[in-house]
């Protein structure tokens, strides 16, 4: 069940005592969004060594830039993301640029340039069954893992995603849905048993 | 998260989002490296501003306090005699009248636990309503819908209530 917007009160609070160099307050906010920031830039980057520079970027442009943030248009978590998101992108090599929504017909299928095989293969997790659905994730054509992962693994909602994104809702609607039926296609050997890759 | 448009049926669905779990539950194990925050909190102690006090930074506090004494003194109401206590009522809403009872989004015996519960109104999409199990017209899914939230102390929403 999607939950409803979170009261943004206790968060803007301790925004405003960061601003004014309350150190305390910037640690109770790192605490709070560090991990998911991390796990973002780590599906975005596949590479906890890049997760964790991009997390740190994240967090030293929130201190040096905190005005930048607008509460009006979203939660702090959802405007982390968005930094780290575009950190990540840039740390693996600036390959997603097909994720400009001028750049795609959306309800067209990638084009096969689209699809990132560059993505670090790096063995991340422990569990074999979720680094296949990781592999799996990554494998997707950009633009399509892009709103899977805030969607689906971020739990951002669609219109934080569609701020993230620059996309309107419709359009991260139809992208996760097809997202969906892609990584259901490429995790379909797995379900049968099948050994062989992705 | 199921989507309208998806054209998978209900079993790969399923299977997808139980794959999906998966690979959040193992996700969730991982975190920021423990030595970031202090690599961070020696950043931060650089870029914080300096706050110096002025010379005379007490006056201006002794002023306004002094000002706040001397008026209350002057506007000061008739002191209720003693045996007339009077109450106030808790901030149960910020509308006039009762628009209607609450849609607990967590156990009632947790909200009951909870400590500094306040309400907020607030505004979002409409469509958020189909995901409580409300009915909500397709033509209007756009719509923000009006709302009081219960709020715990720390921003975790407890219960709803639709005021249109």
Request: charged share 25%; hydrophobic share 40%; glycine share 6%.
């Amino acid at each position: 069940m999607t939950m409803p917007p979170k009261d943004l009160q206790p968060e803007l609070a301790l925004l405003a005592r960061m601003k004014q160099g309350d150190e305390d307050a910037f640690v109770d906010l790192y605490r709070r969004h560090k991990d998911t920031v991390y796990r973002l830039a780590l599906l975005y980057s596949g590479s906890a060594a890049h997760a964790a520079d991009a997390t740190q970027e994240t967090f030293v442009f929130f201190m040096t830039r905190p005005d930048q943030y607008d509460p009006l248009r979203g939660t702090l978590a959802a405007w982390l993301c968005g930094v780290a998101r575009n950190i990540a992108r840039k740390s693996v090599g600036g390959r997603e640029d097909a994720t400009d929504p001028e750049a795609l017909a959306d309800d067209t299928a990638p084009h096969e340039q689209h699809v990132d095989r560059d993505t670090p293969l790096e063995r991340i997790l422990r569990g074999e069954a979720a680094e296949q659905v990781r592999r799996a994730v990554a494998s997707l054509a950009p633009h399509y893992r892009d709103i899977l992962i805030l969607c689906e693994l971020s739990e951002l909602s669609y219109a934080e995603a569609a701020q993230v994104a620059g996309i309107d809702i419709g359009t991260v609607r139809s992208r996760l849905s097809r997202a969906r039926a892609q990584l259901a296609q490429r995790l379909a050997p797995y379900n049968m048993g099948a050994k062989e890759a992705v | 998260m199921n989507t309208n448009e998806t054209t998978l049926d209900p079993g790969q669905e399923t299977l997808l989002d139980l794959k999906l779990d998966e690979l959040k539950r193992e996700l969730s194990e991982h975190g920021a490296p423990a030595a970031m925050q202090a690599a961070l909190v020696a950043r931060f102690r650089q870029t914080k501003p300096t706050t110096t006090r002025p010379r005379f930074w007490w006056t201006p506090p002794i002023a306004l306090a002094a000002t706040i004494a001397v008026t209350s003194w002057m506007i000061r109401g008739p002191v209720p005699p003693s045996g007339q206590l009077v109450a106030l009522a808790p901030p149960t809403s910020t509308l006039e009248g009762d628009p209607g009872p609450f849609l607990a989004l967590q156990p009632l015996d947790r909200i009951a636990a909870e400590p500094g519960k306040r309400v907020v109104a607030t505004e979002f999409p409409r469509a958020l309503l189909a995901d409580w199990g409300l009915p909500v017209s397709p033509d209007r899914a756009g719509e923000p819908v009006r709302a009081e939230m219960l709020y715990s102390a720390d921003g975790e929403p407890l219960a709803v209530r639709i005021l249109n």
